[in-house]
């Protein structure tokens, strides 16, 4: 079955350390990748995706993140993390229907709290 | 350019009665999907739209249902609500098919729904 996994429900980290968070996903094909921010009370904010190309792809917020296709991984990484990033994060992958379309699968979210 | 909007933000309803949530999509996109967020399921896929046909369905019952309109505006409906469908309802739009070349799907602010 195709599938996301977010390992960690929640990451604690100090303000001005690197922070990562983890990503697995199972999927047929070759795999889109995503990554979401939500803040308390918002809809989900898009920080970066992976199509093709460079493994290692930027986004906002000074996020990046890292595609292993031997590990069928995309970890989320910020070099120093700000008290602001706190918030929940979504790893989501691409995933084929019977039908022949696509449709987005989201992992359960973790929960990033960036301590001052 | 303005973003998804989703009316109304919040609303409270009592168990059987029905009710109808709508989402503008960001202009030029087409495609609309519908999540429903809850802190134990997580974010949970429920439909997909595209030049008002439904493309995709997600494991939901047959009182959740949806539209699309000539303008790419959408509305979900749930009949005879129950407690446990108090949750956020996200919607998401794309340009087309949100897998078809790495589409990247952007969401609202999310209709709050609380069911007593």
């Known amino acids: 079955a195709q599938s996301v996994a977010q390992p960690e429900d929640q990451v604690n980290v100090a303000e001005g350390n690197p922070l990562t968070v983890k990503c697995t996903y199972s999927?047929?094909?070759?795999?889109?990748l995503f990554w979401y921010v939500q803040y308390p009370n918002r809809g989900l904010q898009f920080l970066l995706k992976?199509?093709?190309?460079?493994?290692l792809v930027k986004g906002s917020y000074g996020f990046e993140a890292e595609f292993n296709k031997s590990q069928t991984s995309f970890h989320l990484k910020k070099p120093s993390a700000l008290v602001s990033d706190s918030a929940l994060y979504f790893c989501?992958?691409?995933?084929?229907?019977?039908?022949?379309?696509?449709?987005?699968?989201f992992g359960t979210g973790t929960r990033l709290k960036v301590l001052a | 350019k303005a973003g998804v909007t989703q009316t109304p933000r919040y609303l409270i309803k009592t168990r059987g009665q029905q009710v109808t949530l709508s989402c503008s999509p960001i202009?030029?996109?087409?495609?609309v999907s519908w999540y429903q967020q809850t802190p134990g399921q997580g974010l949970q896929f429920l439909f997909e739209?595209?030049?008002?046909?439904?493309?995709n369905k997600g494991n939901f019952p047959g009182r959740f249902s949806g539209r699309q309109f000539s303008n790419s505006r959408s509305e979900m409906n749930v009949s005879t609500l129950e407690l446990g469908d108090s949750a956020l309802y996200l919607c998401?739009?794309?340009?087309?098919?949100?897998?078809?070349?790495?589409?990247?799907?952007?969401f609202g602010e999310g209709s709050w729904l609380t069911v007593v």
């Open positions: 992976y199509i093709t190309g460079d493994n």
């Open positions: 739209y595209f030049s008002e046909t439904q493309r």
């Open positions: 998401a739009s794309s340009l087309s098919d949100p897998g078809a070349s790495g589409n990247t799907i952007y």
């Open positions: 999927v047929s094909g070759n795999p889109y």
């Open positions: 202009s030029g996109h087409r495609s």
């Open positions: 989501a992958v691409r995933a084929a229907t019977t039908s022949g379309t696509y449709k987005y699968i």
